[in-house]
């Protein structure tokens, strides 16, 4: 039995160690942060295949980033990269991402320019009631562009469903660049006089994690931690969560831990499941395959992530990694990110479907080998009908528990970046 401890932090992710920073700042002295995952972390996996090293995704990470006031230590280790971002587009053109003027539109010809402007003021006249992800799509740049840009398709790998079963809030927060773009000022250049000074300054630094993995980089800010008296329990099976005397108890396989406060950043479910609060409330998530390749030959596209636009090819996106690290024994290597929901949970029918695309598209004309692949389920939350509501029942009820949930687990919350889950992490536990 452990005893006096101030607070047991639920998840080692980015979502835990900020809380484990910020509440050390707050005064608490002793704190534990428990992880099923053998790792701290969270969802920030790499794999490493004899001399290849992948992630499970593309993570792209800034110095200017509000984490780095947790863990300063990291910034050092971080690898600098100057990545360029394309998109395969439905033409089997390899283009500007999001979208391309020249290529999306113009290269399509009078008549095509005609049905676009057509289709877009239909929209605007007649589509404005927007109920859902493709609602919103169409009204700001028409279905006709939507589908020959291959926006639509990309929005169902994106996530998870067909865009039409997908909540409007949710497209409104995470599509603005949809709208964005669609703004015809965004491409008058006006004088620079008018603009004024660039209230952003110095243009920040695009970051890989270390070579050596991501455990490297988190090493000496965890040591720094432990000094100031966070304990870290990884790999370590949770059973209950319980209360007694106005305590928690936190029940592991082989120890309990009684606490006067948790906080909790892993999924929903499993802390609804561990406190047994009994609800029938179910939220969906997508199930990430992400398989490892190495390459020697020609390849058909020079950016470093590539997204899959075209209207074939189950793929989402491409990272390769050789360009950050430079080509291990002779060859390039990259990382794929399929929806496991779009090849039957299958690494090999999700392999042989990207090969077929790609060899038909002309990316990769050589020796392709693939060397892995990796599995994480909760990878992205779905919102679809009234997710928002369900995940806030559940928030509720842990809260009434006295657990506060919060991270892109425990708040079941589409955060893209490690800045946004550290900002969302400190505004949930600031102190009025
Ligand atoms: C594929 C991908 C690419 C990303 N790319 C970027 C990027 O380029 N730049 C950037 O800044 N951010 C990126 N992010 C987002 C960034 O990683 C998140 O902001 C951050 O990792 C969220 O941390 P978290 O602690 O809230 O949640 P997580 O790290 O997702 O999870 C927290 C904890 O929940 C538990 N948990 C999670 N999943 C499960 C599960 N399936 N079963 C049981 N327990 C589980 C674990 O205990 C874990 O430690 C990306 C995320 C993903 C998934």
């Known amino acids: 039995m452990e005893d006096g401890i101030d607070i047991v932090i639920l998840g080692a992710g980015i979502s835990g160690l900020v809380s484990a920073s910020v509440l050390l700042k707050q005064g608490y002295k002793s704190i534990i942060v428990v992880d099923e995952y053998d790792h701290v972390g969270g969802n920030h996996i790499d794999c490493s295949v004899g001399e290849y090293t992948f992630d499970i995704g593309s993570f792209i ?14 910034l050092p280790l971080y690898v600098p990269i100057e990545p360029t971002w394309g998109r395969l587009n439905p033409q089997g053109v390899v283009t500007q991402y999001p979208i391309s003027i020249k290529d999306d539109l113009i290269a399509a010809g009078p008549i095509e320019w005609v049905r676009v402007l057509l289709s877009v003021a239909f929209a605007r ?78 243009p920040n630094r695009q970051l890989a994690r270390p070579r050596e993995g991501f455990a490297h980089l988190y090493d000496a800010a965890i040591r720094r931690m432990k000094q100031s008296g966070v304990q870290f329990l990884l790999g370590t099976k949770l059973e209950g969560l319980s209360k007694a005397d106005g305590r928690f108890v936190l029940q592991t396989a082989d120890r309990q831990i009684r606490a006067q406060r948790v906080v909790s950043t892993i999924p929903l479910e499993r802390a609804q499941e561990l406190c047994g609060i009994a609800l029938d409330v179910k939220l969906r ?15 058909g596209f020079k950016n470093s992530i590539l997204y899959n636009f075209s209207h074939s090819g189950a793929w989402k996106r491409l990272t390769v990694y050789s360009d950050f690290y430079g080509p291990a024994a002779g060859r ?87 800045r946004d889950t550290t900002l969302k992490a400190e505004a949930a536990l600031r102190v009025s």
């Not at 780095?68 to 990291?74: A, W």
């Not at 390749?293 to 390849?299: A, D, E, N, T, V």
């Open 61 to 74: 990470f800034q110095d200017d980033s509000p984490l780095l006031v947790h863990l300063p230590e990291i």
């Open 125 to 202: 006249l007649f589509r404005r009631r927007l109920s859902n992800a493709k609602d919103f799509a169409q009204f700001w740049i028409g279905a006709r562009l939507l589908h020959r840009s291959g926006l639509g398709r990309y929005m169902e790998r994106f996530y998870g469903l067909p865009p039409e079963q997908i909540d409007i809030r949710f497209a409104e927060k995470r599509m603005l660049w949809i709208k964005e773009h669609a703004m015809i000022r965004r491409y008058i250049h006006l004088p620079r006089w008018t603009r004024g000074s660039d209230p952003r300054g110095r």
């Open 285 to 299: 998530t997508v199930t990430l395959i992400t398989l490892f390749f190495s390459f020697s030959g020609h390849r």
């Open 332 to 418: 390039e290597f990259f990382a794929v990110e399929v929806n496991a929901d779009h090849v039957s949970n299958s690494a090999e029918i999700g392999a042989k479907d990207f090969r077929q695309h790609t060899m038909e598209n002309g990316l990769f004309k050589g020796d392709l080998q693939l060397e892995g692949s990796h599995v994480v389920s909760n990878a992205y939350p779905i919102y679809t009908n009234g997710a928002d509501e369900r995940a806030a029942e559940i928030i509720a009820a842990l809260r009434n528990f006295g657990v506060q949930s919060l991270g892109r687990q425990g708040a079941f919350d589409y955060q893209p970046t490690a």
